[in-house]
């Protein structure tokens, strides 16, 4: 059996940070909540004045950031201390937990940068752990060539065609898997993913046709799947896509900006934290 569309998000301009200009594919003021993914933002330009005013100083508590660089170079710092650049390839994988504050801030004045941010939430009895983070270079990240079809495997356990690849990043509680399929023209695939878990699939160029239906999905569309079998996708033409899937929480979701907590006390709670300064305390 295969998965096949529920239903479809397009996305949407909208500017971030100090003024980034980027494509929110579903989250923000009004989130579109797929438990457990909270945000997903894709940012490509090459003109510097979409990006160069990157991320200053801003916090967060209550859930994950991912940070994917296609290209370009991008430095973040944090209140402890930390300090890494990402460049073409790079991911970092940040868990905010009870608090961080950092910034994401380009390191070039010209020239391409693009990736995506996805926001992960965590399970209530991790929200106000220390919080952590891992820069993982490109040549960590697995891949998989098939005929025609290149994945790299950032989180999960990809099960293909008698191949068997652990991801980048596993062991989580809401086990991610986070894949970018690269599609030749008329390739076919189909990803095996773990029934139940929330199944998310953004095309970043062309289209693919999904499932044994063959719906298409256009560039810049996000398909939220049902949740149980394998994703077939076939192409006609050279195609981009990012394959999310995630153990759903199923927990009270408060959001205020920065802050994902489970009740709204808690949310006040991490406003007073960060303004009297104890949020990474």
Do not use: C
């Not at 989250?27 to 004045?49: H, K, V, Y």
């Not at 699939?201 to 079998?229: M, P, R």
């Amino acid at each position: 059996m295969n998965r096949k569309i529920i239903r479809t998000v397009q996305a949407r301009a909208t500017s971030d940070g100090a003024g980034v200009n980027l494509s929110r594919v579903f989250g923000g003021r009004n989130p579109e909540q797929f438990d457990p993914f909270l945000m997903l933002d894709e940012f490509g330009s090459d003109e510097a004045t979409d990006y160069i005013a990157g991320f200053p100083s801003h916090p967060h508590r209550g859930f994950e950031t991912v940070t994917y660089m296609l290209n370009g170079r991008m430095l973040h710092e944090d209140h402890m201390g930390n300090k890494g650049l990402l460049e073409d390839g790079d991911v970092q994988w940040m868990s905010a937990a009870r608090g961080i504050i950092h910034s994401e801030m380009p390191q070039q004045k010209e020239g391409l940068m693009r990736g995506f941010q996805l926001w992960v939430n965590l399970p209530a009895s991790e929200k106000m752990k220390d919080p952590s983070y891992r820069d993982i270079p490109a040549s960590d990240i697995p891949e998989l060539d098939l005929d025609k079809v290149k994945i790299k495997v950032i989180a999960g356990d990809l099960s293909i065609e008698n191949h068997a690849i652990k991801g980048a990043v596993s062991g989580l509680s809401t086990d991610p898997t986070y894949l970018d399929i690269h599609l030749q023209a008329d390739a076919e695939v189909s990803v095996a993913l773990p029934d139940g878990h929330t199944t998310l699939l953004y095309v970043y160029e062309n289209k693919v046709q999904v499932g044994d239906e063959a719906q298409i999905l256009e560039k810049s569309s996000l398909a939220i799947l049902t949740a149980e079998g394998n994703v077939k996708l076939k192409s006609d033409q050279p195609a981009r896509v990012i394959l999310l899937a995630g153990k759903p929480l199923r927990e009270p979701i408060a959001q205020y900006g920065p802050f994902v907590m489970n009740t709204s006390q808690e949310i006040e709670k991490a406003i007073q934290d960060f303004r009297d300064g104890s949020l990474v305390v």
